[in-house]
C-alpha cells in the first residue's frame, strides 16, 4: 500500500503566495516521475507541473515563471511553489507519482486525494 498525503492548500489573495507539499509513504522501491494537477469546477484535470527523477521539469505554459516544482527523493516528498497566484489558478491541486513498487514490478500511477487552493481578486 502507498499512501499520499497532501498539504499547503488555502484561500489567498491575487499576488500571494502558497507552497503545496505531497509526501509518499509505504510501499515504494523508486518514484519515476511526480507531478501536480489542477481541476477546476467544470473543466478537465490538466498538468501543471512535473518532474523526473533526474530532475528535468515540464511546466504548463500558464504557470510558466510563476511556479516552481522540486522534489526531495530521500523524503519521498514533492513540492510545488506558487507564487504570483491569480484567480485563475483556483482549483483542486492532486499530486501524482508515477513509483515502483518492486524493481521486477510494472510502473503505476498513484494519486493524492487534492488539496483545495482558492484565489481571490
Known amino acids: 500500500q502507498v499512501q499520499l498525503v497532501e498539504s499547503g492548500g488555502g484561500l489567498v489573495q491575487a499576488g500571494g503566495s502558497l507552497r503545496l507539499s505531497c509526501a509518499a509513504s509505504?510501499?515504494?522501491?523508486?518514484?519515476?516521475?511526480m507531478g501536480w494537477y489542477r481541476q477546476a469546477p467544470g473543466k478537465q484535470r490538466e498538468l501543471v507541473a512535473s518532474i523526473t527523477i533526474g530532475g528535468s521539469t515540464n511546466y504548463a505554459d500558464s504557470v510558466k515563471g510563476r511556479f516552481t516544482i522540486s522534489r526531495d527523493n530521500a523524503m519521498r516528498t514533492v513540492y510545488l511553489q506558487m507564487n504570483s497566484l491569480k484567480p485563475e489558478d483556483t482549483a483542486v491541486y492532486y499530486c501524482?507519482?508515477?513509483?515502483?513498487?518492486?524493481?521486477?514490478?510494472?510502473?503505476?500511477?498513484?494519486w493524492g486525494q487534492g488539496t483545495q487552493v482558492t484565489v481571490s481578486s
Open positions: 501524482k507519482l508515477e513509483l515502483r513498487a518492486r524493481p521486477w514490478t510494472t510502473a503505476r500511477d498513484v
Open positions: 509505504g510501499n515504494i522501491f523508486s518514484i519515476n516521475v
